[in-house]
């Protein structure tokens, strides 16, 4: 197997996660919602293989990824995220754990969105508008591999959407819908994780336990271990797994609006990431209904048993809220230029 190799680097004391592994090529649909449906009650984290997304590009969008953070600071500082949260994110710029961390987060990031033209009125919504792309120049072909990425991982992620529908006794393409993936938020975050070595004794992670907040993730790693999960966040104390990587595989997991919307019956879960002292680089994908999208309790999640625990909220709304919640004040940087 795969991610057994990962296992070798790893004190015995580290438990590893065994998670279900859902092939997307499979004809067996029934296979696949099971497994998904099991991996969703249970701990809300599995792979997906046989995606569609060659080897070779992936290693293409890795290796232009190391080359944007292998910049000049002052040349990232240039493509900072503006309000939209497009573009560079600097190390220690979010804060996911604050009752536990003494800082940010270990770790520098890159936000691309859907390219929404500047006098388009749809860029007036909050998590729509023009990217912020680094010059040509500097990065000779990389706006072109970070787009075609975002739009390969998109129909990824609307494979899946359709087993989690089928899982949830809905039709499968319930969230096919305009308002729903057909239009969606979809934010892809490039991750670069330096060479420091966390210690939660400290207060010190790669990124801070946190559930994610939307609909789903798709993760994409090197080999480079460091997310662990926690199965029961209510625990005392937390046990946390680590999930091994597995090359080619997307790691998924179900975000709070998951949660919120399936009425708590499938479940985020908490994870984090925690640096061992090797350099480490991630994808995060995250996809997220459109704006307009009003996520109200699913149909067949609510019984006179089991009424509606989360009144209706719209997308953006809900979105807006959380990032507001984790991420630094951008005036800090002004500041920092003018100190």
Excluded at 81 to 102: F, S
Excluded at 191 to 207: C, E, F, I, T, W
């Amino acid at each position: 197997m795969e991610n057994q190799q990962h296992e070798v680097n790893v004190p015995a004391q580290n438990r590893f996660s065994v998670l279900n592994c859902i092939d997307l090529s499979s004809p067996d649909t029934q296979t696949s919602v099971s497994l998904l449906k099991k991996a969703c009650l249970d701990c809300g984290f599995f792979y997906v293989v046989n995606h569609g997304i060659s080897q070779e590009f992936m290693a293409e969008v890795f290796a232009q990824s190391k080359k944007l953070f292998e910049l000049p600071a002052k040349e990232k500082m240039k493509v900072l995220r503006n309000e939209k949260n497009r573009g560079y994110t600097p190390e220690l710029d979010e804060l996911l754990d604050p009752e536990n961390q003494v800082h940010g987060d270990y770790k520098e990031g890159y936000y691309i969105g859907i390219e929404v033209p500047e006098d388009d009125p749809e860029a007036e919504k909050p998590f729509y508008g023009p990217n912020v792309w680094p010059s040509s120049d500097l990065l000779p072909g990389w706006r072109e591999t970070m787009e075609k990425f975002h739009q390969q991982a998109l129909e990824v992620a609307r494979v899946v959407a359709r087993i989690i529908a089928l899982a949830l006794d809905l039709e499968a393409d319930f969230f096919d819908k305009p308002e729903m993936l057909e239009q969606p938020i979809a934010i892809m975050r490039l991750l670069r994780y330096g060479g420091q070595v966390s210690d939660p004794a400290k207060g010190l992670y790669g990124a801070g336990a946190h559930s994610d907040y939307g609909f789903i993730t798709l993760l994409a790693t090197d080999d480079v271990y460091g997310l662990q999960i926690c199965n029961d966040k209510d625990a005392q104390p937390r046990v946390w797994e680590y999930v091994a990587p597995m090359q080619g595989a997307f790691i998924v997991n179900l975000g709070d609006m998951l949660e919120r919307w399936s009425n708590c019956i499938f479940k985020s879960t908490l994870h984090r990431v925690l640096g061992n002292g090797q350099e480490r680089y991630s994808i995060a994908y995250f996809a997220d209904p459109s704006h307009d999208c009003l996520v109200e309790c699913l149909p067949t999640c609510k019984s006179g048993e089991n009424p509606p625990k989360f009144p209706p909220i719209k997308c953006s709304t809900y979105m807006s809220q959380r990032y507001k919640e984790t991420h630094a004040d951008l005036s800090i940087y002004d500041q920092k230029e003018h100190s």
